[in-house]
T-cell receptor, first 116, second 116 residues
Framework: NAGVTQTPKFRILKIGQSMTLQCTQDMNHNYMYWYRQDPGMGLKLIYYSVGAGITDKGEVPNGYNVSRSTTEDFPLRLELAAPSQTSVYFC???????????????FGPGTRLTVL | AQSVTQLDSQVPVFEEAPVELRCNYSSSVSVYLFWYVQYPNQGLQLLLKYLSGSTLVKGINGFEAEFNKSQTSFHLRKPSVHISDTAEYFCAVNQYSGAGSYQLTFGKGTKLSVIP
């Protein structure tokens, strides 16, 4: 049981390039989330999904896109990378068995992205 | 909208001394409160959560937190810290975002440094 896995661990992009951050969970969780973490700012929600085929925007969705074709995978797409997207990105999942209000979220190890 | 304030960005403490990390939230409705810990270069993991019932919540690694509704606080405490407790600690509140979904709102984090 690997939990939540993220690839790559590190990436450097040039302005205007695009990339996909991969996230996979093997816990059969319905809910999945993407956050970004900037120094001294805590975590901000980018997008989330309540199940395969269903996604919705979080607090800071601009410049990102997501899809959820399977329960396990929730990739995050950056189309035109900008320096403001330099951050650490975390994927998380939760079971929602007890209701999403009370769920524990399980986090991946993160992807450190630098846009130059 | 709910918000979370962590009053101290950094807390240095000597090994085996007690520590309190402060967290205040703003909400006019029932809340679900969480503390997560992030060890260096890792993702977040749950320390403890308050859902209902007893206001004193015990978590992993000897941490506990007390929910105080009148003061809208959820402070985290440990009576004797170890070097291994050096990490960043995040307080979070679950916020209803519509259509049966909830979003975690995080504080900006408190970096705990345990000094030998």
């Amino acid at each position: 049981n690997a939990g939540v896995t993220q690839t790559p661990k590190f990436r450097i992009l040039k302005i205007g390039q695009s990339m996909t951050l991969q996230c996979t969970q093997d816990m059969n969780h319905n809910y999945m989330y993407w956050y970004r973490q900037d120094p001294g700012m805590g975590l901000k929600l980018i997008y989330y999904s309540v199940g395969a085929g269903i996604t919705d925007k979080g607090e800071v969705p601009n410049g990102y896109n997501v899809s959820r074709s399977t329960t396990e995978d929730f990739p995050l797409r950056l189309e035109l990378a900008a320096p403001s997207q330099t951050s650490v990105y975390f994927c998380a999942s939760s079971p929602s068995g007890g209701g999403p209000a009370t769920d524990t979220q399980y986090f991946g190890p993160g992807t450190r992205l630098t846009v130059l | 909208a709910q918000s979370v304030t962590q009053l101290d960005s950094q807390v240095p403490v000597f090994e085996e001394a007690p520590v309190e990390l402060r967290c205040n939230y703003s909400s006019s409705v029932s809340v679900y409160l969480f503390w997560y810990v992030q060890y260096p270069n890792q993702g977040l993991q749950l320390l403890l959560k308050y859902l209902s019932g007893s206001t004193l919540v015990k978590g992993i690694n000897g941490f506990e937190a007390e929910f105080n509704k009148s003061q809208t606080s959820f402070h985290l405490r440990k009576p004797s810290v170890h070097i291994s407790d050096t990490a960043e600690y995040f307080c979070a509140v679950n916020q209803y975002s519509g259509a049966g979904s909830y979003q975690l709102t995080f504080g900006k984090g408190t970096k705990l440094s345990v000094i030998p």
